[in-house]
């Protein structure tokens, strides 16, 4: 089976500007969850999607935002982009809820805010 | 709020020596507990995975991992490290809030690997 794959793998943007992150989960797995990984955070829950639904959030504010399409497909969102989102973007990948399951993580979307 | 603490940002061993990384978390109930690690510019892997039962849990390439209640910790151990462990290693734990279990990671550790 072909893992978790994100695209871009590599995005620079500017204060103020969106951005759209794509992820494709593993053949079969329904859930899909996002987290950002910065050197001072670690890694932080963003979202978790399951069946187009979106089943649990994190501790972010409304511009960050994130959907799944019918076939498991997602997308992330940032609006207003500021210096503090510069992060490594995890996208990862369960056949199960993320919280009881083996996930299976993407290698990451770099971005950086200028 | 769920925490987990992951005990040294880094952690220097010589090869062939024992592997001991530390987790420890605040959740006042038994949760789900993982240890996930990271090769550069790669994702997470999952190592091991506890749920109910046996304390002592076996993951991949020779890894395991305690559950301990009392001390509210899930260590991760290795006998012998290998170069090739050389890695960032993250303990992650899932406690139900509101009818949901959402994974909290911990900041990670460094596992460095002397020749």
């Known amino acids: 089976k072909a893992g978790v794959t994100q695209t871009p793998r590599y995005l620079i943007k500017t204060r103020g500007q969106q951005v759209t992150l794509s992820c494709s989960p593993i053949?079969?797995?329904?859930?899909v969850s996002w987290y950002q990984q910065t050197p001072g955070q670690g890694l932080q829950f963003l979202f978790e999607?399951?069946?187009?639904?979106?089943?649990n959030k994190g501790n972010f504010p409304g511009r960050f935002s994130g959907r799944q399409f019918s076939n498991s497909r997602s997308e992330m969102n940032v609006s207003t982009l500021e210096l503090g989102d510069s992060a490594l973007y995890l996208c990862?990948?369960?056949?199960?809820?993320?919280?009881?399951?083996?996930?299976?993580f993407g290698p990451g979307t770099r971005l950086t805010v200028l | 709020a769920q925490s987990v603490t992951q005990l040294g940002s880094h952690v220097s061993v010589s090869e062939g020596a024992l592997v001991l990384l530390r987790c420890n978390y605040s959740?006042?109930?038994?949760?789900?507990l993982f240890w996930y690690v990271q090769y550069p510019n790669q994702g997470l892997q999952l190592l091991l995975k506890?749920?109910?039962?046996?304390?002592l849990v076996k993951g991949i390439n020779g890894f395991e991992a305690e559950f301990k209640k009392s001390e509210t910790s899930f260590h991760l151990t290795k006998p012998s490290a290998h170069m090739s462990d050389a890695a960032e290693y993250f303990c992650?734990?899932?406690?139900?809030?509101?009818?949901?279990?959402?994974?909290?990671f911990g900041r990670g550790t460094s596992l460095i690997v002397h020749p």
């Open positions: 990862a990948s369960s056949p199960g809820l993320a919280g009881t399951n083996e996930q299976f």
């Open positions: 959740s006042s109930v038994p949760p789900y």
């Open positions: 506890y749920t109910t039962g046996a304390t």
């Open positions: 053949s079969g797995h329904r859930s």
């Open positions: 992650a734990v899932s406690e139900q809030s509101g009818g949901s279990y959402i994974p909290t």
């Open positions: 999607y399951f069946s187009e639904t979106q089943r």
